[in-house]
């Protein structure tokens, strides 16, 4: 990852950069506009790898990007999806993130973000904000500062790299509203490029179209789950995404997706993925092209229904356990429920002599499932 951002005040210097390669320092001089502003970074090499992973963690979202062996986390589900993402991260050695984005302060984007940092250390920690009143923030701050350097606030125009790929900040604190606070970035790997709102509603969306930024994208994750309060028809036109994801949990009590963005979609030809009909989802880029790959297939009938309580559409095979909304899983954890978790493992105990465990140390029942901790066979 890069140390030093690029700080681009300027739209005329911001575009001179972005012709130049992004990644040529600030004082370089702006050559001739040979080229548009896209399509001019670097194109990857024969090794070079890319895949946004948009796990499906239900009413709430989560994303791994891997680029050239690095990642990046923007989300983290609810809480109860800790061992979703510890799983996933497992699963993809990632133990070493360059960084992770927490894209508002809401439990269901920053909830199971505890659990990849049981598993993996970040470099660096985004978030618009370094205070929020919840339990659940605290405990992703704590989690922050012990695993992943702390929380850092970033401003629109900061740059990362990601192997090859590059991120850029767009925009975030738009609003008053905690999802307008949303960290707004792009993620460009040759010519592909991806956009990540988090929950940004239409104020967020206007800032960003006042802000003049390249919105252009070829993957945007579709804000707020698909809430009519996003994705505004004026947003879209800029970004004329082909793929449009949607992160949405099956049957919500919210009625997401809605009906209004789903046909703002539809006819802006956007091809629309959504992790309650799809499930997992991964986009992989070669720089040029994108490959979807999907756990489970839908019809564009289903994908263009709304979602909600009246929907009913064949359900996976493991039946998925209701999800509380955030609001409610603040308050429903008052009984605590004490058990032993071990230095190395991946499994809670009532029993602290189970296992021959080496120095367990004992912690809520509801702690060590936010650390990914699974209950043990034997004596659980
Ligand atoms: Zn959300
Ligand atoms: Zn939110």
Redesign the pocket.
């Known amino acids: 990852m890069k140390k030093a951002k690029l700080k681009l005040g300027l739209l005329a210097l911001c575009l001179a950069l972005l012709m130049a390669g992004c990644a040529a320092p600030a004082s370089a001089a702006p050559g001739p506009a040979a080229s548009p502003a896209r399509d001019t970074a670097d194109m990857p090499g024969e090794e070079s790898s890319f895949s946004v992973h948009f796990i499906d963690v239900g009413q ?2 989560a994303a791994l990007v891997e680029c050239d062996g690095h990642f990046m986390l923007v989300d983290g589900g609810n809480r109860g999806d800790s061992d979703v993402i510890y799983t996933v991260l497992k699963k993809a050695g990632a133990d070493k993130l360059d960084m992770v984005v927490a894209s508002h302060a ?1 439990e ?2 920053i909830g199971g973000l505890p659990g990849a940092f049981s598993y993996a250390t970040a470099e660096l920690t985004l978030c618009p904000v370094t205070d929020y009143d919840s339990d659940i923030f605290r405990t992703f701050k704590e989690y922050a500062e012990e695993k992943g350097g702390g929380l850092t606030v970033p401003e629109a125009g900061d740059m990362y790299d990601l192997g090859s790929a590059e991120v850029e900040i767009l925009g975030l604190n738009a609003g008053e509203d905690t ?1 307008n606070t949303s960290i707004v970035l792009m993620i460009r790997y040759g010519e592909t490029s991806f956009l990540f709102t ?2 940004a509603e239409r104020e967020a969306e206007q800032a960003l179209l006042d802000s003049g930024a390249e919105l252009k994208a070829d993957v945007l994750k579709v804000g ?2 698909g809430s009519d309060t996003s994705t505004s028809y004026p947003f879209l036109r800029e970004v004329m995404p082909e793929y449009a994801v949607i992160s949405v949990g099956e049957g919500n009590s919210y009625e997401h997706p809605e009906e209004g963005p789903l046909s703002r979609l539809r006819d802006a030809g956007c091809k629309i993925l959504r992790s309650d009909l799809n499930g997992d989802i991964i986009i992989s880029s070669d720089g040029k092209k994108l490959s979807i790959t999907t756990d489970k297939t839908a019809t564009e009938e289903q994908l263009l229904t709304p979602g909600g309580k009246t929907q009913s559409i064949a359900k996976p095979a493991a039946a998925e356990s209701p999800r509380p909304s955030p609001e409610e899983t603040e308050q429903s954890q008052t009984q605590e429920t004490m058990v032993w978790i071990p230095k190395s493992g991946s499994k809670y105990h009532s029993d602290p002599e189970c296992s021959n465990m080496k120095d367990p140390s004992q912690v809520s029942l509801s702690q060590a499932e936010s650390l990914g901790y699974t209950p043990c066979k034997k004596c659980w």
Do not use: F, K, R, Y
């Open positions: 709430a979202d809401h269901d984007h999802n988090g929950d707020h789950h």
